[in-house]
């Protein structure tokens, strides 16, 4: 117990919290030099930038809802990593979760319904990649970009066919009123962040504070002296992929169920596409902490929520928004990264 507390600390530590700092303010700096290449001030760009993600109440709730799907794809990719697993199959499990939503709230009504057929169908969607990687020794890397584009396939199949609203054609039938998550004040904000926010610290009380959490980080650090502990490392991989497609079909369900004024799937999946991506991103940044995921997810959220008034306030052009908020993510993300890779080397796997 007393290594799992130190172990929880260890995020919080001051190392930890300058390295993530200095990374934030070289990301901003490298963001800025940009903007003065191309004629514009970056005071005025981030002014708005921060302006529009919490200058109000509806940019509070416009960050908060940005953070909450990524939050949950990013734990995908955060258990798998704790288990020596990089699982970047979130995008196809997330496809899954909401299109289980729109299928399933159709036919119940019922939101907890929808809810959990969204967690099903991405944990089911997660086993071949779990399969594969333990009994053939395939690379989940390789069969989940490819499971990922047979979800897209598929999942896009049954957007434009089977379940295309007849009353328009540019998205899917729309959840039931009686199946859409609640929202928080006069915001689009929905529960969905708060159960997000809940599922974080599940996950954390899971990896840190029970003997399975323990066998499925001991198992991702050195797998050989897990299975002289009594771990099997193979159960530990597969449940790693289990408890990340339920995380990232959790997210795919509420993104469709919690989001006003759609609450259907676009045609071509523009609203849930890149979004299991954006997770790694994030977990990246949270150091596959389930707790220092939340606040990462939030600063994802923070930038993407400020870019409308960026465009408008300081007339920046999308195009080099998108650039300077790659800038910063990249960066910040590089710590996290460097403590991947060299986990990876101690395992002898890079």
């Known amino acids: 117990m007393k290594s799992s507390k ?41 002014y708005w930038l ?27 990719f955060a258990i798998s990593a704790r288990t020596g697993i990089f699982n970047i199959g979130a995008e196809g499990s997330f496809y899954f979760g909401a ?36 009994y053939r020794g395939v690379h989940e890397v390789i069969s989940t970009i490819m499971l990922n584009w047979i979800a897209w396939f598929f999942v896009l199949w049954l957007v434009v066919g089977p379940y295309a609203n007849p009353n328009d054609p540019n998205k899917t039938i729309r959840i039931p009123e009686s199946a859409r998550l ?7 904000l929905s529960i ?6 809940i599922a974080s610290v599940l996950t954390y009380y899971l990896l840190w504070h029970t003997v399975f959490g323990f066998g499925m980080r001991a198992s991702g650090i050195n797998p050989k002296a897990a299975r002289y502990g009594g ?15 339920i995380m990232s079909g959790l997210g795919g369900a509420m993104k469709i169920m919690g989001e006003p ?26 150091r596959n902490h389930p707790l220092g995921i939340i606040f990462a997810a939030i600063f994802f959220g923070m930038l993407r929520a400020g870019t409308p008034l960026m465009q408008i306030g300081a007339q920046v052009p999308l195009e080099i928004i998108k650039v300077i908020q790659g800038i910063i993510v990249i960066t910040v993300a590089i710590p996290g990264l460097y403590d991947l890779i060299k986990k990876a080397f101690k395992r002898g796997e890079a």
């Open 6 to 46: 130190s172990d929880a600390l260890k995020f919080f530590n001051f190392k930890a919290l300058i390295e993530s700092l200095i990374a934030i303010f070289v990301g901003f700096l490298l963001g800025a030099i940009v903007l003065l290449v191309f004629g514009y001030s970056p005071a005025e760009t981030y």
């Open 99 to 134: 299109i289980a939503a729109v299928i399933f709230t159709n036919i119940w009504g019922n939101m907890w319904f929808g809810l959990a057929m969204g967690m099903l169908l991405g944990a089911l969607w997660s086993l071949p990649a779990a399969f594969l990687k333990v």
């Open 192 to 197: 969905a962040f708060i159960i997000a926010v």
């Open 231 to 245: 771990v099997n490392p193979n159960k530990a991989i597969i449940w790693s992929f289990v408890i990340g497609g």
């Open 182 to 188: 609640p929202l928080i004040g006069n915001t689009d």
């Open 261 to 286: 004024p759609t609450y259907a799937i676009s045609q071509g999946m523009a609203n849930v596409y890149g979004l299991g991506f954006d997770g790694i991103g994030v977990a990246l940044v949270g």
């Open 50 to 76: 921060f302006k529009g993600a919490l200058g109000s109440t509806n940019g509070i709730a416009s960050t908060l809802a940005y953070s909450t799907p990524i939050m949950l794809t990013a734990l995908t």
